[in-house]
């Protein structure tokens, strides 16, 4: 069954992603850092290639030819993965091929609405049975 952890109060939604994804990638993990949103896709690359200039994260986006050769994608094709480790969510619904996930990792900023889909998400997992852990990001800085 699929571990299921939201990170919440983050101070940068799209930097607890490269983080995330730098942790997956560091302990032999695939990850799809997903979001269906292109614009947002195209943020999260663009993110990536300029947080820190000494440590690279091998990433390329779904629909690019290494997809399959590649340790993190960024988009909205789980298929494009070749092996379903951590999926991390930015979209505000759950993904449908969730469960094909041994890792989902939600991440949630204190921003009101953002709060309430997230509500809504950890809901819909623990009707169904899942174990949700949940990290709070805020309790990191103090």
Not at 94 to 102: K, S
């Amino acid at each position: 069954m699929t571990r299921i952890t939201f990170y919440y109060n983050a101070p940068d939604k799209l930097d607890v992603a490269r983080k995330l994804a730098s942790k997956a990638f560091q302990s032999g993990r695939r990850a799809l850092v997903y979001t269906p949103d292109p614009a947002q896709a195209q943020a999260v690359d663009q993110l990536f290639w300029t947080a820190r200039q000494l440590s690279f994260l091998p990433h390329v986006r779904c629909d690019h030819p290494l997809a399959t050769q590649t340790p993190v994608l960024i988009g909205g094709d789980a298929e494009a993965l070749e092996r379903a480790d951590v999926l991390i969510n930015l979209a505000p619904q759950p993904p449908a091929f969730f469960a094909r996930f041994e890792r989902l990792l939600e991440i949630v900023t204190a921003d009101a609405t953002e709060r309430e889909q997230a509500r809504s998400r950890f809901r819909f997992f623990k009707e169904r049975g899942y174990v949700v852990d949940t990290h709070d990001l805020g309790a990191d800085e103090a």
